[in-house]
């Protein structure tokens, strides 16, 4: 069922992006009078598609192959390869005979819908949701960050308190490690408080990259998490957890003779136990404590006793109970923004993204970055959606990958909309158009160039899976 929901997802983000960046070179061409002969969401190769029917001198269609769609804009060389068409006279309603300016107009059509679908979707989400974070200082109060597997191997500890990321005090530690300002800066400076000591840690330059090729025990972990405690909510009926005695509402302080101040701290001690026997320290309301009406009518606490339970773990190291944390909702802080600062922030991280993307394809290029490491596929992409329906997520997602196609597309590259964009302004500046036959070599090697980086991050996909 996760599976299918994950699909969903990404089908349907890829629906709405590939529908809307099509119609922005459909609404540019019939703007100027040129003809659509196809209008498809999703390839239909070799001829098999979903769904058809025609509209005027237009054919609309769903095709069966998900990796993008396209509109067949008459007169003009793409895709299909179709020179066919340009033997006879260029009309007045083709792509051809139009003046540069306009052929540029349509071609970056696509593109100025995906950046304007990205940022508006940034600018709404910024509105409607505002902001949720622990700050800073909360954690340092709660005795530091939990540092997960990932962060442990950067240098961090469990206990560290982050004061500042290459020189700038520190407000909302998960936003501002994961911007890409960060990521992405060839210095990655991060100075720590260690038991009353400041130390400085220098993260590696290809931070990203190892960010993107997580084993599966460290997708299992955040990277920083707070160090609040957590109780009991239910235990599984049958479960180890069940046998050992536990009860909703318990709480684990101690493993053995190890303290535990949060679920995953608990949660990676328990896991080194698989198979194991333990005795666990729980803190449970004493039912048998009479309260007077007094004491009740005054609101004070329930009385607490601290008991000795004898467990063992599962051989994959769990229990069998679901966690849930204390205090969290207090030490959140919400904050909310007028429509014009929606405005600013959502436009600011939208340009943020796609400078991030820019500078990540760059060491991509520059072979500074492994590009089998750091690309993702559809595979990989979808994964991001999760299994469960969440539609913050789903249209934060959607904002990214909207802003990233806008950019990917207007790389200079044959067969892409940025491959076009570059002849029509040798064009305009050389005021010698780019011949047919350059096109059409063009529009080739273009393809082979695309379908070669399709196949790539299809395995890099398929070997993440097989984690060859």
Not at 115 to 125: A, D, E, F, K, R
Not at 150 to 160: E, H, I, N, P
Not at 319 to 334: A, I, N, R, S
Request: charged share 20%.
């Amino acid at each position: 069922m996760e599976a299918l929901i994950t699909a969903a997802q990404f089908v349907l983000a890829l629906s709405i992006l590939i529908t809307l960046h099509e119609c922005g070179h459909f609404w540019a061409a019939r703007a100027f009078g040129i003809r659509i002969e196809k209008f498809y969401l999703f390839f239909d190769a070799w001829g098999f598609k979903l769904f058809s029917f025609k509209k005027g001198d237009t054919e609309y269609g769903i095709g069966w192959l998900p990796l993008g769609g396209y509109v067949k804009i008459a007169g003009m060389v793409d895709e299909s390869l179709d020179k066919d068409q340009l033997k006879a006279e260029p009309q007045a309603w083709e792509y051809r005979s139009k003046p540069a300016w306009q052929r540029l107009i349509v071609i970056t059509g696509g593109v100025i819908v995906n950046l304007i679908l990205g940022i508006l979707i940034m600018v709404i989400s910024t509105f409607i949701q505002g902001e949720k974070y622990i700050p800073n200082d909360k954690l340092s109060e709660l005795g530091g960050v939990y540092a997960g597997p990932v962060a442990r191997k950067l240098g961090f500890q469990t206990g560290d308190k982050i004061i500042s990321l290459n020189g700038k005090p520190v407000d909302n530690l998960q936003s501002e490690f994961g911007d890409p300002s960060f990521l992405l800066a060839d210095k990655k400076e991060v100075i720590i408080d260690r038991n009353g000591d400041r130390k400085t840690l220098q993260l590696p330059n290809n931070l990203e990259e190892q960010l993107a090729t997580l084993t599966d025990i460290e997708k299992e972990y955040p990277i920083f998490a707070p160090r609040v405690g957590f109780s009991i909510e239910t235990v599984l009926g049958g479960s180890n957890a069940s046998k050992a005695g536990l009860k909703a509402g318990d709480r684990i302080i101690k493993l053995d003779t190890v303290s535990v101040q949060s679920f995953f701290e608990f949660r990676e001690l328990l896991r080194s136990y698989a198979g194991k026997k333990m005795v666990l320290s729980v803190v449970r309301i004493n039912d048998e404590t009479t309260v007077s009406d007094a004491q009740a009518a005054s609101n004070q606490p329930k009385v607490m006793d601290t008991v000795l339970l004898n467990a063992e773990a599962t051989t994959e190291g769990t229990l069998g109970f679901m966690p849930k944390d204390l205090e969290l909702k207090q030490l959140v802080k919400t904050v909310h923004y007028s429509v014009l600062e929606s405005i600013t922030l959502g436009t600011q991280r939208s340009f943020s993204l796609i400078g991030g993307t820019a500078k990540s394809l760059g060491k991509v290029a520059s072979g500074q970055v492994d590009a089998s490491k750091s690309l993702a596929g559809p595979v990989g992409i979808a994964q991001m959606f999760g299994g469960t329906w969440d539609w913050g997520r789903f249209w934060s997602l959607t904002a990214i990958l909207s802003l990233t196609l806008a950019f990917m597309n207007i790389l200079p590259i044959p067969a892409l909309d940025g491959g076009h964009m570059m002849f029509i302004l040798w064009e305009m500046i050389t005021g010698k158009p780019v011949t047919e036959k350059v096109l059409y070599v063009g529009q080739i090697i273009g393809m082979i160039v695309l379908l070669s980086l399709m196949a790539f991050v299809f395995w890099v996909d398929i070997a993440r899976l097989l984690s060859l």
